[in-house]
């Protein structure tokens, strides 16, 4: 299992600190560095800054949303920034749900989310394979575009710029078993969410057969600390933000997924309080066996101890999130 540096989005600002944990994390040998958005800071501009500040350690977006550019305008980015960083590039992409696709980008978010994912998955593919101009009569991505109120004067193009691999790695991030399921089939790996390796069946079946060299890449929350109750705070901050907040009441696949891993009366609690305005008794009402169940803290020894179970499983990247140099260094020494 290969350790990776997740640093997430920005918060009000940019932080100092990312670009010294990046090189940190290469220095201790860690293989990938990771960056996200949601509705603020994009993922693909700090990881070009980190890009020009390290040397070996691979690039990755964990995620970079779909709804926030056409799978062309994705493809260039990867492309592009594979390119200057000498072939270090990891592409992966999220869906997102209906309040932020909708809410910030201003646009539906697909009725058929699956189709949706596997067009564009399949337009980002054209153009780093680069055989021809790209060509897709999609329900939910057209090329050239089709519609009625267009010109009609648009042609299928392919890259300018030679993609420098063709088989640069996408990888998606999945919630519901459908999702996995096919993530499983036309990606080259997967980003889950919330992952506990004691609870796999709450994705389906889809990982009791996964094809040869698929990626399954979880991020999980890491600190060392004497004690595990404050050092689960943060998790239990973050659970309450993103099954309180991070969706409608009638849709929030983050509280689903909570639900599926047999929380689903706390998962309802959460957002009803969250969705009240009483965020920090949210925040409280996320059970401390479920932060604790998806992320590693406290003691050394006690880090050891559960980082087994998640060797065990099909996992191959363990992305971790953390700002202390000193639990990327102890992971690190754990797992070499």
Same mark, same amino acid.
């Not at 910030?104 to 980002?124: C, I, M, N, Q």
């Not at 009483?278 to 980082?307: C, N, T, W």
């Not at 191959?316 to 202390?324: E, H, I």
């Given at each position: 299992?290969?350790?990776?540096?997740?640093?997430?989005?920005?918060?009000?600002?940019?932080?100092?600190?990312? @670009?010294?944990?990046?090189?940190?994390?290469?220095?201790?040998?860690?293989?990938?560095?990771?960056?996200?958005?949601?509705?603020?800071?994009?993922?693909?501009?700090?990881?070009?800054?980190?890009?020009?500040?390290?040397?070996?350690?691979?690039?990755?977006?964990? @995620?970079?949303?779909?709804?926030?550019?056409?799978?062309?305008?994705?493809?260039?980015?990867?492309?592009?920034?594979?390119?200057?960083?000498?072939?270090?590039?990891?592409?992966?992409?999220? !869906?997102?749900?209906?309040?932020?696709?909708?809410?910030?980008?201003?646009?539906?978010? &697909?009725?058929? &989310? !699956?189709?949706?994912?596997?067009?564009?998955?399949?337009?980002?593919?054209?153009?780093?394979?680069? +055989?021809?101009?790209? +060509?897709?009569?999609?329900?939910?991505?057209?090329?050239?575009?089709?519609?009625a109120d267009g010109t009609g004067l648009g042609r299928a193009l392919k890259p300018i710029t030679h993609p420098l691999r063709a088989d640069l790695p996408v990888l998606l991030g999945a919630e519901g078993p459908k999702n996995v399921a096919q993530t499983t089939r036309i990606a080259d790996g997967w980003l889950p969410l919330y992952w506990a390796p004691n609870r796999p069946q709450a994705y389906g079946a889809a990982l009791d057969d996964l094809p040869g060299g698929f990626l399954v890449a979880p991020m999980a929350r890491a600190q060392v600390c004497d004690d595990v109750a404050e050092g689960l705070l943060p998790v239990k901050a973050m659970l309450g933000f993103y099954i309180g907040g991070m969706g409608h009441a009638a849709r929030n696949f983050h509280a689903d997924l909570m639900g599926r891993m047999g929380f689903e009366e706390e998962a309802r609690r959460i957002q009803r309080l969250f969705? +009240?305005?009483?965020?920090?008794?949210?925040?409280?009402?996320? &059970?401390?066996?479920?932060?604790?169940?998806?992320?590693?803290?406290? &003691?050394?020894?006690?880090?050891?101890?559960?980082?087994?179970?998640?060797?065990?499983?099909?996992?191959?990247?363990?992305?971790?999130?953390?700002?202390?140099p000193r639990t990327l260094r102890v992971l690190a020494e754990l797992n070499s």
């Open positions: 299992m290969r350790l990776g540096l997740a640093l997430g989005y920005w918060g009000r600002g940019p932080s100092a600190d990312q @670009v010294p944990l990046a090189q940190e994390a290469e220095r201790l040998g860690y293989h990938s560095v990771w960056t996200a958005e949601s509705w603020g800071s994009d993922a693909f501009t700090p990881l070009t800054w980190i890009a020009a500040r390290t040397s070996r350690i691979r690039l990755g977006t964990a @995620v970079a949303q779909m709804a926030a550019r056409s799978p062309t305008t994705t493809a260039m980015h990867a492309l592009t920034l594979d390119h200057l960083s000498g072939g270090r590039m990891t592409l992966g992409l999220g !869906l997102s749900g209906p309040q932020v696709v909708e809410g910030w980008y201003g646009r539906p978010f &697909p009725k058929s &989310p !699956l189709t949706a994912t596997r067009e564009y998955v399949d337009v980002v593919r054209q153009v780093l394979r680069r +055989e021809g101009p790209v +060509e897709l009569d999609g329900r939910f991505h057209s090329h050239p575009y089709r519609g969705l +009240e305005g009483r965020r920090a008794e949210a925040v409280a009402a996320v &059970p401390d066996a479920f932060a604790d169940e998806i992320s590693l803290v406290g &003691p050394r020894e006690r880090i050891a101890e559960r980082l087994e179970s998640w060797r065990k499983g099909p996992v191959t990247d363990l992305l971790v999130l953390s700002p202390d």
